[in-house]
Every structure is written in structure tokens, then in C-alpha cells.
């Protein structure tokens, strides 16, 4: 079975572009989690999309939106890109909604590295 | 305060040696507390779980929690090189329902 495949790998920006990130899921998961890791802040929490509706939101701002379509293929949105957006973008996918437990843990891609300049 | 706290590390143990790591966690609401390795340049990957106060045991893993003191720990027995990785610990909470990563403690075993 395929796991999850984040495109691209990496990307250059400048600040104020626009970027968009694409995650597929594993096959049969219909829940896309994403994340956003930087040394400093370590893995925070962007949003959660379950059947094509954002679940969960976590504490960044309007900035940063995503969706998700009716095969569960996911994209994440980032405009008025700054500096500080710079970092490793995880994308996770598990079979519910509220991924993360036991019966339903979370399998995460290769991420897509964003460099703002 | 950050929500879940971890020693950055590294943490240094020669191999064959039992290793500890701890984490401490804010929110008295929390249910479930995971551990994710992540190996330099991979995405993390779930190792354990656990939800109840005590111990549970996988393998040369074990994972103990302490719901009174807001503490979680993961320790490795007879580590090995290859267990040398970034432990991610992770704490949900039901009422929010999202995942909420600490930093992560760097785990180097020397051979």
C-alpha cells in the first residue's frame, strides 16, 4: 500500500508569492491532517479535513487555508507568504475523523520543505 | 509555558543502556499520550500509546504515565544505534480533539 505522498519536496518563495502544497492520502484514509514543523516550535497543528469538511483548526492565521476533495486528496494554501512561514509542512493521514488514537494513528508524508526568501 | 515540555536533549546513552524520556504536559483535560520517533530528514512515525495511569510495555519499549503529576515518560531498553532519533511526545485532548506535539527530545546511543 502507497503511504502518503506530499508534493512537492521543495520550494523557493519570496516573500508576499503565494504557495500551494498537495497531500495524497494512503488509500481507504479519508482524514488529511496538517502540520507545520520549524526547530523552534517543534510540530503544530494546522488543520484536520475529514470528507472533503475542515474538522479542526489550530492557531495560525487566515493566511493559511486548505480543503480537501472527494477523493481525500488534500491541498494546504499558504498567501502573503512571510518569512517566518519557512519551515517543514506535514501533511497526515488516518482512517477517522480525530486521527491520533490507537485504532486510528497517524501516517505522515515526507513533508514538503517551504523556504521563504 | 508550552502545553507539553521536553528536555531538547541530546540525551546520550552507550548502547545496551536503558534510556529515559520524559515529558510533562499542561493540560489536566488530556486523555491520550503517544510517542512518535522521528528519524534526521523522515517524518515521525507512532511507536506507543498509552491511556491509562501505569505502565505498558512493547517490546524494549515501555510507556508510563502519571495523570496526577502531568507526566509521561518512554523509556528504551537495551538501545541500540538505530534507535538514535528525535522522541516526539504527544498529547490529545478530547474536548479539542487535535494532536499537540512538544519539541521533541534528540536520543543519541553510542556504540
Known amino acids: 500500500k502507497a503511504g502518503v505522498t506530499q508534493t512537492p519536496r521543495y520550494l523557493i518563495k519570496t516573500r508576499g508569492q503565494q504557495v500551494t502544497l498537495s497531500c495524497s492520502p494512503i488509500s481507504g484514509h479519508r482524514s488529511v491532517s496538517w502540520y507545520q514543523q520549524t526547530p523552534g516550535q517543534g510540530l503544530q497543528f494546522l488543520f484536520e479535513?475529514?470528507?472533503?469538511?475542515?474538522?479542526n483548526k489550530g492557531n495560525f492565521p487566515g493566511r493559511f487555508s486548505g480543503r480537501q476533495f472527494s477523493n481525500s486528496r488534500s491541498e494546504m494554501n499558504v498567501s502573503t507568504l512571510e518569512l517566518g512561514d519557512s519551515a517543514l509542512y506535514l501533511c497526515?493521514?488516518?482512517?477517522?475523523?480525530?486521527?491520533?488514537?490507537?485504532?486510528?494513528?497517524?501516517?505522515f508524508g515526507n513533508g514538503t520543505r517551504l523556504t521563504v526568501t | 509555558q508550552k502545553e507539553v515540555e521536553q528536555n531538547s536533549g541530546p540525551l546520550s546513552v552507550p548502547e545496551g543502556a536503558i534510556a529515559s524520556l520524559n515529558c510533562t504536559y499542561s493540560?489536566?483535560?488530556?486523555?491520550?499520550f503517544f510517542w512518535y520517533r522521528q528519524y534526521s530528514g523522515k517524518s515521525p512515525e507512532l511507536i506507543m500509546f498509552?491511556?491509562?495511569?501505569g505502565d505498558k510495555e512493547d517490546g524494549r519499549f515501555t510507556a508510563q504515565l502519571n495523570k496526577a503529576s502531568q507526566y509521561v515518560s518512554l523509556l528504551i531498553r537495551d538501545s541500540q544505534p538505530s534507535d538514535s532519533a528525535t522522541y516526539l511526545c504527544?498529547?490529545?485532548?478530547?474536548?479539542?480533539?487535535?494532536?499537540?506535539f512538544g519539541s521533541g527530545t534528540r536520543l543519541q546511543v553510542q556504540p
Open positions: 493540560d489536566r483535560g488530556s486523555q491520550s
Open positions: 498509552i491511556y491509562s495511569n
Open positions: 479535513y475529514f470528507s472533503e469538511t475542515q474538522r
Open positions: 504527544v498529547v490529545k485532548d478530547t474536548g479539542r480533539r487535535a494532536l499537540t
Open positions: 497526515a493521514s488516518s482512517r477517522l475523523v480525530d486521527g491520533g488514537g490507537s485504532n486510528s494513528p497517524l501516517h
